[in-house]
């Protein structure tokens, strides 16, 4: 009775990495393998430099081989986008009388987004208040992004009690009138 064993090879791995990272394959369902690059046990230490597929071959003895299985490896040298919006923009002069939110949106073609900055409220009044968002993607690669300076100014001006002098006004003079501010 000949007894032959099919079962599946799986290789496990990470399906994305950055230039010149070491990254680990890992082949199970067989007892000895072969990968392509000359290892020949259950892993294989790889540096890629592209994208590039990865092969394996289950040997069951010196005579038979198994079933063979591969794995993509993708090389992300790409940063991710990272934009931002302000809410509300400010006035023509530049400033705001409110807290301001600022929302970031990470986007990356490549191997997806792992992370993306929160939204930030400036709520302090004073000029000059930025936020810095960051974005990563799975293949580890970052970016980040700064919003122009962001002014706050959430007091009313306060109008002082007008100053009147002592002297008395005729209807044919005229009068200055003096109000403080602040």
Same mark, same amino acid.
């Given at each position: 009775?000949?007894?032959?064993?099919?079962?599946?090879?799986t290789?496990t791995? #990470?399906?994305?990495?950055? +230039?010149?990272?070491?990254?680990?394959l890992?082949a199970?369902?067989?007892v000895l393998?072969? $990968?392509?690059?000359g290892t020949q =046990?259950?892993?294989? $230490?790889?540096? #890629?430099?592209?994208?590039?597929?990865?092969?394996?071959?289950?040997?069951?003895?010196?005579? &038979?081989?198994?079933?063979s299985n591969?794995v993509?490896?993708?090389v992300?040298?790409?940063?991710?986008v990272?934009?931002? &919006?302000? !809410? +509300?923009?400010? !006035?023509?002069?530049s $400033?705001?009388n409110?807290?301001?939110t600022?929302?970031f949106?990470?986007?990356?073609?490549?191997s997806g987004v792992?992370?993306?900055s929160?939204?930030?409220?400036l709520?302090?009044?004073?000029a000059?208040?930025?936020a810095?968002?960051t974005?990563?993607?799975n293949a580890?690669?970052?970016?980040?992004?700064?919003?122009?300076p962001i =002014?706050?100014?959430k007091?009313a +001006?306060n109008?002082? *009690? +007008?100053l $009147?002098?002592?002297?008395?006004?005729r209807?044919? &003079?005229s009068?200055?009138? *003096?109000i #403080?501010?602040g």
């Open positions: 009775v000949n007894v032959s064993d099919h079962s599946p090879i290789i791995g #990470p399906g994305d990495a950055c +230039p010149g990272d070491s990254v680990l890992v199970s369902g067989s393998y072969y $990968w392509d690059n =046990n259950d892993s294989a $230490w790889i540096i #890629p430099i592209s994208s590039d597929d990865y092969y394996v071959t289950a040997v069951k003895n010196a005579v &038979e081989s198994g079933q591969s993509s490896v993708l992300d040298r790409t940063i991710p990272i934009t931002f &919006e302000v !809410d +509300p923009l400010a !006035d023509t002069n $400033w705001n409110t807290d301001v600022v929302t949106t990470c986007t990356d073609e490549s792992a992370s993306c929160e939204p930030v409220t709520t302090d009044e004073s000059g208040q930025t810095t968002g974005a990563a993607d580890g690669n970052e970016s980040s992004v700064t919003t122009e =002014n706050i100014d007091t +001006p109008f002082g *009690t +007008p $009147w002098s002592d002297d008395s006004i209807t044919d &003079e009068a200055t009138l *003096t #403080p501010v």
